[in-house]
């Protein structure tokens, strides 16, 4: 695999790192973390470096009662009605669908 088929994630806020790359086999996305010295081999290698920051929400002061997943549950019936096999399949199509394309587009390079 070369360095190009890599990319490098860093944490801007907790300068935690991960790498990752695209599954010739299953063409998945495979995410790894490793230790520090790992991450500088990779990117001296010449792999793509990613930095992020954490969702600012997560930082909020949190008031009121968690969440259930009662509510996550009542709260999806809101939006798509009840459950059925067949949405359900839909569904996961749709993002299996989804993941291809996010893959072939964060990895153009492999094939």
């Not at 968690?66 to 549950?73: G, P, Q």
Request: hydrophobic share 40%; with cysteine.
């Amino acid at each position: 695999m070369a360095a190009r088929q890599v990319t490098v994630e860093i944490c801007n806020n907790t300068n935690e790192a991960t790498y990752s790359f695209l599954c010739n086999v299953c063409k998945l996305i495979v995410l790894k973390t490793t230790e520090d010295i790992v991450i500088e081999d990779i990117i001296s290698a010449g792999a793509r470096v990613v930095s992020w920051d954490m969702p600012a929400e997560l930082y909020e002061p949190k008031v009121g009662p968690s969440v259930a997943y009662d509510d996550l549950e009542e709260f999806r019936f809101g939006l798509y009605g009840p459950f059925s096999d067949a949405a359900i399949t839909k569904e996961i199509g749709q993002m299996a669908d989804h993941l291809q394309k996010q893959a072939q587009r964060d990895y153009p390079n492999s094939k």
